[in-house]
């Protein structure tokens, strides 16, 4: 065999490696679903419970927080982002109401302890905040997702998300934004689900739910 024929060979060898590593890197990228994928645990569901630790690692038992009462859970994307921002501003206004109802709430997301303490400063959140690591949690209550390549940039450049770092992983998965009301038992009673970021659970439905624990 010439060396024309070895280096041409060699090519077509680094040519299939290169399109087999991108086949893989596709199957991969398809693992991960949409928003409009996600259904989220449905109300009369058992809530899957959890251990979390908190923006200043303490951990935080779901299990042990249902035996002084109901729970609302409250899943959020990040500090970067303003819905989210607005929301958990929203509940802390109205925190007094809801713990009336001997509620407790608690907020979720991907991100790390020191970046819940930006949430905390951000909304001036007295509820408690909690890092979901790996996923566990919002996979458990089934509403991750993978946002698309172009809506990522937007995220992590024009409002400093920057997934990848704030988060566990590398894979930039986030919760939709989702609100559920668990009950002493571990029952889910009431929840806000809705694939569209905007649509968020307001004080005055969460109150209502509480009402029916009663």
């Known amino acids: 065999m010439n060396r ?51 923006a200043n690692n303490n951990t935080f038992s779901l299990e042990a927080a249902l035996k002084q009462g109901p729970v609302v859970l409250i899943f959020y994307r990040g500090f970067w982002c303003p ?18 109802k001997g509620a407790k709430v608690i907020a979720i997301s991907p991100e790390k302890p020191e970046y819940l303490g930006k949430m905390e400063k951000k909304t001036g959140a007295e509820f408690t905040l909690l890092y979901d690591e790996g996923y566990k949690i919002s996979d458990a209550y089934d509403v991750t997702f993978k946002p698309s390549k172009a809506t ?10 920057k997934l990848k770092k704030t988060h566990s992983d590398e894979s930039q998965r986030l919760p939709i934004p989702a609100t559920y ?16 970021y905007k649509k968020r659970s307001n004080v005055a439905d969460i109150l209502e739910a509480l009402e029916s624990e009663d």
Request: proline share 2%; with cysteine.
């Open 152 to 161: 990522l940039i937007t995220y992590n450049t024009l409002l400093g998300a």
């Open 83 to 100: 819905v989210c921002n607005k929301h958990l501003s929203k509940i802390q206004d109205s925190l007094k109401l809801i713990e009336e």
């Open 4 to 54: 024309n024929s070895r280096k041409s060979k060699a090519i077509q060898g680094l040519i299939l490696a290169i399109i087999f590593t991108l086949n893989i890197s596709d199957m991969k990228a398809q693992d991960y679903r949409s928003a409009k994928e996600a259904e989220g645990l449905s109300v009369g569901t058992r809530a899957p419970v959890f251990s979390a630790l908190d």
């Open 181 to 196: 009301v668990i009950d002493q038992s571990g029952t889910i009673t009431w929840r806000q689900f809705n694939p569209d």
